[in-house]
């Protein structure tokens, strides 16, 4: 499949120059959008094998040095990611990727995969939703949980559609089946009805994780914007002649998208976040890399890339997961450890006009800046102190 043969998508009108455009629609009232961007990758695509050849963008090794994650941990703990609609062939994809990255498999069966419908059964699966954007994106969230924490078992929750009633019993059935960490790449602008659905986003003695999304400095996205959850931001990782090896910055690619920040209008602050210029929840939380990964989904033409968010929450879920605490930390847990991350100081999300942060008045609200942040959050994971 070639780079015109993608399939037509909204919203990334700067995406012409660098190749990206978001692999999902816009949504419709009461409904998510997924948060994936994607690019052709043909260079690696000219052989009939997923791995002949070493596809670019950052792989799975590339995460686990940059966030210095000790993945040999024996953790076999359940992290799940919630999607809308059915992908067939994710176990096949999935396994794509962890070959090319040295993973080892994770199949239903030797029990690391398993993929269920909205109420929890593996017979009674939605729709399939190949080529809708949301294929690709279940794709990105199983491949960064790998990433993360490559002995972790892989729950997907299908939920029958992209409704927030629909997505939110996802979660619900993903807690139910066992999941200490579920991760939901998906969001919308916060409306306050939306709230109806918060319940579904709080389980104490549970970690989970919301991208932000990819809208730049904005109104903040539900259910990002919940005090019960883990808001992850976006960052643009580079190679760097420094101790840790590694720089970030924000991630804002102007025309095409940037990680989302936002104040609550409906949300009081959480009690664990004190940043002065936002009367309600700021997100934000922590960080992780959102943009220039790696992918296979042969569905989209092979190897690919992609960004987004979308990356992140899966990123931190797996993390979590890796680490273990999840029954035992409460939201805002990060906050008194944030000198286990690596705080992110450069940088801004004033996408939409591209304005170097004066849309914000230069404030933390879109600039990146020395300790919190809300584009960055607190900063993206230095191993598993924060998690």
């Given at each position: 499949?070639?780079?015109?043969?993608?399939?037509?998508?909204?919203?990334?009108?700067?995406?012409?120059?660098?190749?990206?455009?978001?692999?999902?629609?816009?949504?419709?009232?009461?409904?998510?959008?997924?948060?994936?961007?994607?690019?052709?990758?043909?260079?690696?695509?000219?052989?009939?094998?997923?791995?002949?050849?070493?596809?670019?963008?950052?792989?799975?090794?590339?995460?686990?040095?940059?966030?210095?994650?000790?993945?040999?941990?024996?953790?076999?703990?359940?992290?799940?990611?919630?999607?809308?609609?059915?992908?067939?062939?994710?176990?096949?994809?999935?396994?794509?990727?962890?070959?090319?990255?040295?993973?080892?498999?994770?199949?239903?069966?030797?029990?690391?995969?398993?993929?269920?419908?909205?109420?929890?059964?593996?017979?009674?699966?939605?729709?399939?939703?190949?080529?809708?954007?949301?294929?690709?994106?279940?794709?990105?969230?199983?491949?960064?949980?790998?990433?993360?924490?490559?002995?972790?078992?892989?729950?997907?929750?299908?939920?029958?559609?992209?409704?927030?009633?629909?997505?939110?019993?996802?979660?619900?059935?993903?807690?139910?089946?066992?999941?200490?960490?579920?991760?939901?790449?998906?969001?919308?602008?916060?409306?306050?009805?939306?709230?109806?659905?918060?319940?579904?986003?709080?389980?104490?003695?549970?970690?989970?994780?919301?991208?932000?999304?990819?809208?730049?400095?904005?109104?903040?996205?539900?259910?990002?914007?919940?005090?019960?959850?883990?808001?992850?931001?976006?960052?643009?990782?580079?190679?760097?002649?420094?101790?840790?090896?590694?720089?970030?910055t924000a991630w804002n690619t102007g025309g095409l998208g940037a990680g989302a920040s936002g104040c609550s209008a409906y949300v009081a602050k959480p009690s664990w976040q004190h940043d002065k210029n936002c009367p309600g929840r700021t997100v934000a939380d922590v960080s992780a890399v959102a943009f220039n990964l790696a992918l296979y989904n042969k569905d989209w033409g092979g190897w690919v890339m992609v960004g987004g968010t979308s990356a992140s929450s899966p990123i931190i879920g797996g993390i979590y997961g890796l680490a273990g605490n999840a029954a035992k930390i409460k939201p805002g847990y990060e906050y008194a450890h944030a000198k286990d991350l690596f705080d992110v100081v450069?940088?801004?999300?004033?996408?939409?006009?591209?304005?170097?942060?004066?849309?914000?008045?230069?404030?933390?609200?879109?600039?990146?800046?020395?300790?919190?942040?809300?584009?960055?959050?607190?900063?993206?994971?230095?191993?598993?102190?924060?998690?």
């Amino acid at each position: 499949m070639t780079s015109a043969q993608l399939p037509a998508a909204s919203g990334a009108s700067g995406a012409a120059a660098s190749g990206y455009r978001s692999a999902c629609a816009a949504p419709g009232p009461g409904q998510a959008q997924c948060f994936v961007l994607v690019a052709p990758e043909p260079a690696a695509n000219k052989t009939s094998s997923a791995a002949a050849k070493k596809p670019a963008g950052w792989g799975a090794k590339d995460i686990e040095h940059a966030y210095r994650l000790p993945v040999s941990r024996g953790s076999r703990a359940t992290v799940a990611v919630v999607e809308a609609f059915d992908t067939p062939k994710l176990e096949t994809y999935l396994n794509d990727y962890r070959r090319e990255y040295g993973l080892g498999p994770c199949t239903t069966a030797n029990g690391c995969f398993r993929k269920v419908g909205q109420t929890g059964s593996a017979k009674h699966l939605p729709a399939s939703g190949v080529l809708s954007g949301w294929d690709l994106e279940a794709t990105l969230d199983v491949d960064m949980v790998s990433a993360a924490c490559p002995r972790c078992r892989i729950l997907v929750v299908e939920a029958n559609g992209q409704d927030f009633d629909q997505l939110s019993a996802g979660v619900n059935t993903a807690i139910r089946l066992g999941a200490v960490a579920v991760s939901n790449s998906y969001g919308g602008r916060e409306t306050g009805q939306d709230l109806a659905d918060a319940r579904g986003y709080n389980h104490p003695g549970h970690a989970i994780v919301v991208s932000t999304g990819d809208f730049g400095y904005s109104a903040a996205s539900f259910p990002a914007n919940l005090p019960t959850v883990t808001a992850a931001g976006g960052t643009e990782l580079f190679k760097a002649a420094n101790k840790r090896g590694w720089r970030e910055t924000a991630w804002n690619t102007g025309g095409l998208g940037a990680g989302a920040s936002g104040c609550s209008a409906y949300v009081a602050k959480p009690s664990w976040q004190h940043d002065k210029n936002c009367p309600g929840r700021t997100v934000a939380d922590v960080s992780a890399v959102a943009f220039n990964l790696a992918l296979y989904n042969k569905d989209w033409g092979g190897w690919v890339m992609v960004g987004g968010t979308s990356a992140s929450s899966p990123i931190i879920g797996g993390i979590y997961g890796l680490a273990g605490n999840a029954a035992k930390i409460k939201p805002g847990y990060e906050y008194a450890h944030a000198k286990d991350l690596f705080d992110v100081v450069s940088g801004n999300n004033d996408w939409f006009f591209n304005a170097g942060g004066a849309s914000c008045g230069k404030d933390y609200l879109c600039v990146a800046k020395p300790g919190y942040d809300a584009p960055t959050g607190l900063g993206t994971p230095n191993g598993l102190g924060a998690f």
